[in-house]
């Protein structure tokens, strides 16, 4: 096992498009989480996966955001009518339970002109 | 609900140096403590975590933190940097009881070290 993987790397895209990112975790990890991170500041939590139930989302998930970890597997990170304020590093992170280390992907930083 | 500051933005040192960075929460339960550190356009990686037990928490490349439940706080300190430890380091909180699983983390403290 590689750790996660998120796909894309890098995305540019107009302003009003959609775009969809993925995360493919650890595989025996059960838990999966999405994060976005601005310049300057921490990760921002914005949703959690137990297997395939969404169990936690954040303030900040608008409803042109959405997320599914349909098989409980890989995870799809979804925005609608991107805005430029939605531009970020969308990070990604597996682990096995609460009290157990979160390992990061690398991010999909998006850039929204 | 938690929240986590890191009371300094920027940490510049020489090499060599010993280094604190510093890290409070607040909390209204008891709570699992993690330093993650952040390499330029690169994920999070888990320098030491505090779960129990010690209060002296040993982790990855000489790094170290002390716990203290009295003054929420969880300083990460390093006796003698090198150039490579320059990133930025991020502290973070969740909750022990797994009620809201999720990591809860400072702004961020951004580490340079100086030849």
């Known amino acids: 096992d590689t750790g996660v993987s998120q796909d894309p790397r890098h995305k540019i895209t107009k302003r009003g498009q959609n775009v969809t990112f993925r995360c493919d975790p650890i595989?025996?990890?059960?838990?999966l989480y999405w994060y976005r991170q601005t310049l300057g500041q921490g990760p921002e939590f914005l949703t959690y996966?137990?297997?395939?139930?969404?169990?936690?989302k954040s303030r900040l998930l608008s409803d042109r955001f959405s997320a599914e970890r349909p098989k409980g597997s890989f995870s799809t990170l979804e925005i609608q009518r991107t805005e430029q304020g939605d531009s970020a590093m969308y990070l990604c992170a597996s682990r096995g339970g609460p009290s157990t280390e979160a390992f990061f992907g690398q991010g999909t930083r998006l850039t929204v002109v | 609900a938690q929240s986590v500051t890191q009371l300094d933005s920027q940490v510049p040192v020489f090499e060599e140096a010993p280094v604190e960075l510093r890290c409070n929460y607040s909390s209204s339960v008891s709570v699992y403590l993690f330093w993650y550190v952040q390499y330029p356009n690169q994920g999070l990686q888990l320098l030491l975590k505090y779960l129990s037990g010690s209060t002296l928490v040993k982790g990855i490349n000489g790094f170290e933190a002390e716990f203290n439940k009295s003054q929420t706080s969880f300083h990460l300190r390093k006796p003698s940097v090198h150039i490579s430890d320059t990133a930025e380091y991020f502290c973070a909180v969740s909750d022990q009881r797994g009620g809201s699983e999720k990591l809860v983390f400072g702004k961020g403290t951004k580490l340079t070290v100086n030849p």
């Open positions: 996966f137990q297997n395939e139930a969404q169990l936690e």
């Open positions: 595989s025996e990890h059960n838990r």
